[in-house]
């Protein structure tokens, strides 16, 4: 396990908006788009699955994108996902639910990152869990 100093690491990552911001009104979430071919959802996810910190992923998504998206991970290789959860009407309502779960529940350190933020490095996140670690948060 990657646990940091003994403490199990969850993030926790909300992909269930549609874009309504950027003007979208396809059934397909933002999180579905894809950045040189590859789903941003996708795109996101690689830092953690590759940040050694990391030991759990909960997802959370629009009821009609979870299909797509387990196959998707599976697909890339993204095996940390543990929990594929659906979203609440707003991004706030999505994070809650993220920590209701039994996943999140037993981490000593959860982090937080949208999906839709797919130029993270495992770098960015190891040091945000480090200063979590040492502080008791981080951001």
């Known amino acids: 396990m990657a646990m940091v100093d003994g403490t199990r690491v969850c993030a926790i990552v909300p992909a269930a908006g549609a874009g ?3 003007g979208r009104t396809a059934a397909a979430s933002k999180a579905l788009l894809t950045l040189g071919g590859v789903p941003v959802v ?3 996810l690689q830092p953690f699955e590759a940040a050694v910190e990391v030991d ?13 998206v387990r196959s998707l991970l599976e697909g890339a290789g993204i095996n940390k996902v543990r929990e594929l959860i659906t979203g609440g009407a707003e991004r706030q309502d999505s994070v809650r639910l993220g920590f209701s779960t039994r996943t999140a529940g037993a981490a000593g350190i959860v982090v937080v990152h949208d999906a839709v933020r797919p130029l993270v490095t495992a770098e960015l996140i190891g040091r945000v869990i480090g200063s979590a670690a040492r502080s008791g948060a981080a951001v």
């Open 42 to 44: 996708v795109r996101t």
């Open 56 to 68: 759990d992923i909960v997802l959370v998504l629009r009821p009609a994108d979870i299909p797509v």
């Open 20 to 22: 309504a911001r950027m």
